[in-house]
């Protein structure tokens, strides 16, 4: 697996739309660990209230790497949980039009008993958001390890920001030395329309290569054209060449198939194998 792609997949497997139980994702999961392409899939995600149903699905001495969902005080009251071992937590900060800050602080509080854990503050891309990615900005720099996540889709077409916006708030991280996470509406890798809704979604090749421009220094027009385009060529010329390298500024995202996004590197030729046949 190119390092480019290690750790590109969260496994959201029990979240919408495809909602699997607890036990079957937990054993899917599994297989994706054992499986050739486990390099690609971070911890399963699971909701702060599913934690405890966990427990009887483990092996003796397993340790499941998860990461945990919710609300700052429900992630907060979960926390040690000493059968997981857990890698990060993510929670939304704010509704739309709400000020960001007092969830974003009950967030970061977190960071005081658990330094080690990675956090995610979902931050919508309304008002609030480049005081909200300031104030992460500067508790990364004093040593908290925390990062931004937006949202990319959703069930209503105004929850799938344009090119122009998410390469305005990709650049806004770049300017803070902030990274950042995406979920929703990323199974494929090219941008497309969803022929059952309507809805045309972000490639997660298409966020690649922008991610790599803007940490190159573009600007927002060049890593909008580069999140707009439908044409898988000149993405794919600008990944191939720098497969070996760490993925800049995006950590990743969060997707209930892992097979999908494993699919379309696939037949891009983009893993090893396919490379160099």
Avoid at 89 to 95: C, D, I, L, N, W
Avoid at 135 to 152: I, N, P, S, W
Avoid at 233 to 240: G, N, Q
Wanted: hydrophobic share 45%; proline share 9%.
């Amino acid at each position: 697996m190119p390092s480019l792609f290690r750790g590109l997949v969260d496994d959201a497997a029990v979240f919408p739309p495809g909602s699997a139980p607890v036990p079957a994702a937990v054993v899917a999961h599994r297989q994706h660990r054992e499986a050739w392409y486990s390099p690609l899939v971070g911890p399963l995600l699971v909701p702060a209230d599913d934690i405890d149903e966990l427990r009887p699905l483990l092996d003796p001495g397993e340790r499941l790497g998860v990461g945990i969902i919710g609300e700052a005080r429900q992630v907060a009251s979960v926390l040690p949980v000493d059968f997981l071992d857990v890698r990060q937590v993510e929670a939304p900060v704010a509704k739309r039009g709400e000020d960001p800050q007092p969830g974003l602080s009950s967030l970061l509080a977190i960071a005081t008993a658990f330094p080690m854990l990675d956090l995610y503050a979902e931050v919508p891309l309304t008002w609030g958001l480049l005081s909200a990615l300031d104030a992460m900005a500067e508790a990364r720099a004093g040593g908290v390890r925390v990062a931004a996540k937006f949202r990319t889709g959703g069930l209503a077409a105004e929850l799938f920001p344009t090119p122009v916006e998410l390469a305005a708030v990709i650049c806004a991280c770049r300017d803070r030395s902030l990274p950042f996470k995406l979920t929703a509406g990323l199974h494929r890798a090219i941008r497309h329309n969803d022929p059952e809704t309507g809805f045309t979604h972000h490639g997660f090749l298409n966020i690649l290569a922008a991610a790599m421009a803007a940490a190159d220094g573009a600007e927002v027009v060049t890593v909008a054209e580069r999140l707009g385009t439908t044409d898988p060529v000149p993405l794919i010329e600008a990944v191939r060449p720098r497969r070996s390298a760490k993925r800049p500024l995006w950590t990743g995202f969060g997707s209930c198939s892992v097979v999908e996004p494993l699919g379309d590197l696939r037949a891009l030729g983009l893993l090893a194998s396919e490379v160099s046949a």
